[in-house]
């Protein structure tokens, strides 16, 4: 074979390859197409079912009641109810969103748990039945004000509250007590700051205080938070247009901005979530940090945390407008397409029940008022109902409004813009705020 | 065919059942490809017309081209079209690059070539999620491997956070895919260099050719077809990349590291907009053909120039 041959590729060869190839690619590009949704697809007729069979269940991973307690409550639930079986599945909390959409027309899930900010999305597009007629109406006047806007989207309940929950502000009293800081100073965020510019400067720790301001919904939640206390609105009294660029929405953010350039705030606060701002503080790496009730439990817990007893839970700091908390309660609901309607409504009975919340309160409070008052129900977790007490009177929601998921994302961007420095706090919300409106307009 | 045919004149009835059988045969992948194929295709290419936005069937608007107009004219759709070929290209490139030299590693006569082929096969092996695991916690900020490795060799006095501005984490992103998918193009390229016969190069060196100009002389021109083929494989794979982003970044920060791909599921599943979303990944699909095709242009002009 002479070396001219084989340097040489058959042409043909070349060519048959070439074109193939290019089927090649287009298969595979096609193959991301994405299917699951119909045109003039089938309904979602559903029978009600009588109350037996299985249900399968989805549920998040993080915060509110741990894996362990609900397998605990389900297990309760199937002593007394054996002719429903129950398959409980765990996802993070932020696939639990996608999941729910995803798996809405095959009607894999009987029961989904659904947050505060989805009832307006779910209820209008009907991935989740309206249960409104199933309410007893004691339960209007039993549940807080607080958890029952968890599942209500125009005054029709899509699912019943089980999660109350909102961030509360820990403080880390060995660190403060190491740095001379008085509790009492921690009453305002202008105190906060206060005490964390003094351990730095004493060199307590390196970033006295850490956050969840990763691209994603736990941003969202220490915005809120920081946007009620700085007296700033989400939209406009009518809700057709956004409002948070102007005002206290923009004093919350450059308060953000501020603690981040001040090297007060841990710098990988901009890719966390709440579960690396729990770690960060049973660490002891930080002095303070917004989180929901669970990290109490878990900061208490000598497998989980080196701050064992060192950690105080309060109400937020107050800003210029006041100390509100983020309304974070999460619901369960009934899934639209479910087949078993009242197999699952019996099983979301169980677990919202008074007895099942007070019996793991030590993770999540009861969503029923007279728990408070419960001595067995404060004695699992006494400093937690006392901060309770006090913060579940002010929540504040996020934007009720069908496409809030759009919204948000557009806003997390933003606001991380700003974070990481490259738009000043006004350009971020105002760039926000007019994508925002186009989406609130479609 | 026409063998068929031939035997159906001779003996009909055979020739039937033959044809009934290839038809019972053949119906399994039929089924595949127009049920999980072809169908979905057509049904996104239906949807990508209409106003879709619940995951339910039912009556929508009919919206024509305005999702594809309203795609062209975001600019976010242009901003993850940039970032998404930046990602394409740099990545696709040093793997091929590193592969190239990989594969010249693999093929050399050393001993323990096995343990070699065996170790580099690795990272390949290993799920795309357990390699995005891998490398968020090697680049976390607080307990991430690199930030220690880094302070207690004192290259650096403090933490970085690796992930924490826009284009260092995309770059690392490009890192972690590289460090994967190098294997793949390594063995693609391995399977070409053993088609070169040796005697070419005793030749070349009997010539009088040394080692740089028998690389670019026979060996880079007779890997062509090879290197067409996984060039035109991981640009494909590396424009939809999807997983990795979700693992290490989740599009994060300040939408830094949200591809194309990545935009598409968060327009179709996270914002209900399905229509918009199917018109989406007609539009990937178009400009993965371009890129394939471009690609495969310049390699034949290349080998034609080698000749």
């Known amino acids: 074979m002479s070396h001219h041959d084989l340097s040489a590729p058959n042409p043909s060869i070349v060519a048959l390859s070439r074109r193939r190839l290019l089927g090649l690619a287009g298969a595979t590009g096609i193959g991301l197409t994405l299917s699951a949704c119909g045109i003039g697809g089938g309904g979602t007729s559903s029978s009600g079912g009588d109350n037996t069979g299985t249900i399968n269940a989805l549920f998040m991973k993080q915060a509110g009641f741990s894996e362990a307690d609900i397998l605990a409550m389900t297990k309760a639930f199937q002593g007394v ?91 880390n009293k060995d660190l403060m007590a190491k740095a001379g800081v008085e509790p009492a100073s921690l009453a305002s965020w202008d105190g906060v700051i206060a005490a964390a510019r003094q351990m730095k400067s004493k060199g307590v720790v390196d970033y006295p205080l850490v956050w969840s301001w990763s691209q994603a919904e736990a941003l969202m939640c220490d915005y809120t938070q920081l946007l009620g206390a700085f007296g700033g609105k989400f939209l406009s009294d009518d809700g057709s247009k956004a409002a948070f660029n102007s005002g206290g929405g923009v004093a919350a953010l450059e308060f953000m901005q501020m603690t981040l350039k001040d090297k007060l705030s841990n710098p990988s606060s901009t890719q966390a979530l709440e579960e690396d701002v729990r770690k960060v503080i049973s660490q002891g790496q930080a002095a303070f940090a917004l989180n929901w009730t669970y990290m109490f439990g878990m900061a208490n817990d000598p497998k989980e945390s080196q701050v064992v007893g060192k950690l105080a839970i309060g109400q937020t700091p107050s800003g210029p407008a006041g100390r509100p908390g983020v309304n974070g309660s999460m619901a369960l609901a009934v899934s639209a397409g479910s087949k078993n309607q009242k197999a699952a409504w019996t099983y979301i009975e169980f677990l919202t029940s008074q007895d099942q919340q007070n019996k793991y309160a030590k993770d999540s409070l009861p969503v029923w008022k007279s728990s408070y008052t419960d001595p067995a129900v404060i004695e699992t977790n006494p400093q937690t109902v006392a901060a309770a007490s006090k913060q579940l009177d002010s929540m504040i929601l996020r934007p009720t409004v069908p496409n809030y998921n ?30 925002a409106d186009d989406i609130l307009a479609s | ?53 619940t995951p339910f069937g039912g009556r929508f608007p ?16 242009w901003a993850t079209t940039r970032r998404t070929l930046y990602f394409t290209l740099v990545s696709t490139g040093l793997e091929l690059v590193l592969g190239i030299g990989l594969a010249l590693l693999l093929i050399a006569p050393l001993r323990g070539r096995w343990l070699l082929r065996a170790l580099v096969v690795l990272p390949w092996a290993l799920p795309t999620i357990v390699n995005g695991s891998l490398w968020r916690s090697i680049f ?26 826009p284009f260092m984490a995309l770059n690392l992103v490009i890192l972690a895919d590289v460090w994967k998918n190098t294997s793949l193009v390594a063995f693609f390229l391995l399977a070409g260099l053993q088609t070169i016969p040796r005697d070419i190069y005793e030749q070349a060196r009997v010539d009088g050719a040394g080692a740089v100009r028998s690389f670019f002389s026979i060996t880079l021109p007779l890997l062509v077809p090879s290197i067409s083929i996984v060039l035109v494989l991981r640009t494909i794979e590396a424009f939809k990349v999807f997983d990795i982003i979700y693992i290490m970044t989740r599009g994060g920060p300040a939408s830094g590291t949200q591809t194309i791909a990545f935009y598409t599921y968060l327009q179709a599943f996270s914002d209900q907009r399905f229509g918009y979303g199917s018109a989406l990944a007609y539009l990937i699909v178009v400009i993965i053909l371009m890129l394939s095709a471009l690609y495969l242009r310049l390699l034949r002009s290349n080998e034609m120039s080698a000749l």
Request: with cysteine.
């Open chain 1, 81 to 171: 109810n054996p002719k429903i079986k129950v398959n409980p599945t765990f996802v993070a909390y932020e696939a639990l969103h996608d999941k729910t959409v995803a798996a809405a027309p095959a009607g894999t899930y009987d029961v989904v748990l659904i947050d505060v900010i989805w009832p307006a999305e779910f209820g209008s597009k009907k991935i989740v039945s309206d249960v409104t007629s199933k309410y007893p109406d004691a339960w209007k006047g039993e549940m807080f004000g607080g958890a029952l806007q968890t599942a209500l989207y125009q005054d029709k309940y899509y699912g019943v509250p089980w999660i109350l929950d909102t961030k509360y502000f820990y403080s």
């Open chain 1, 406 to 435: 759009a919204v948000s994302q557009k806003m997390q961007a933003e606001i991380q813009k700003c974070l990481l420095g490259s738009k000043t706090a006004q350009q971020a919300l105002d760039d926000a705020a007019k994508a």
């Open chain 2, 1 to 53: 065919m026409t063998g068929l045919r031939r035997a159906a004149r001779k003996r009909p009835t055979g020739a039937r059942m033959e044809a009934r059988l290839a038809l019972v045969l053949l119906l399994p992948s039929v089924v595949v490809v127009f049920g999980i194929v072809v169908y979905p295709m057509l049904r996104t290419l239906l949807i990508s017309f209409f106003n879709v936005d």
């Open chain 2, 62 to 77: 009919f919206v024509g081209l305005d999702n594809y107009t309203s795609i062209l004219t975001s600019p976010d759709f």
């Open chain 2, 140 to 165: 976390d900020a607080q307990y991430g491997a690199l930030n220690a490795v880094l302070t207690q060799l004192h290259v650096t006095e403090t933490y970085h956070a690796w992930l924490g501005t």
